[in-house]
């Protein structure tokens, strides 16, 4: 199984900036490796939104159209690490923020139901 644990959430200003960092651990048989990790986020009574995701092995990167610019997503395949940098913090990116992993290919990369694995998300909250 892949045990996923993010951190770097908190309460911010905006026009903030914070990096989420997710690292992943548990897998240690080629059944369950890890292809595809992706970030999620959240708001009470709202769908699970994708905001990035990356093709570890190629390192492709794919970000949502309306936070390009603001939003990056990188990763250290040596430590099973993912980060999210979020730049010019807005209070509507207020929100739980997942990662999650995928053991498969990923086609629709911004759709929850194609990454099997999750953390348990970290609370971002901008305000002032």
């Known amino acids: 199984q892949v045990h996923l644990v993010e951190s770097g959430g908190g309460s911010v200003p905006p026009g903030s900036s914070l990096r989420l960092s997710c690292v992943a651990s548990g897998y240690t048989s080629t059944t369950s490796k890890v292809i595809w990790m992706g970030w999620f986020r959240q708001v009470t009574g709202k769908e699970r939104e994708g905001i990035a995701a990356i093709d570890i092995g190629r390192d492709y990167k794919y970000l949502a159209s309306s936070l390009r610019g603001r939003f990056d997503i990188s990763q250290d395949n040596a430590q099973n690490m993912v980060y999210l940098q979020m730049n010019s913090l807005e209070s509507e990116d207020t929100a739980m923020y997942y990662c999650?992993?995928?053991?498969?290919?990923?086609?629709?990369?911004?759709?929850?139901?194609?990454?099997?694995?999750w953390g348990q998300g970290t609370q971002v909250t901008v305000t002032s």
């Open positions: 999650a992993a995928a053991s498969r290919w990923v086609y629709k990369w911004w759709s929850p139901e194609e990454f099997n694995y």
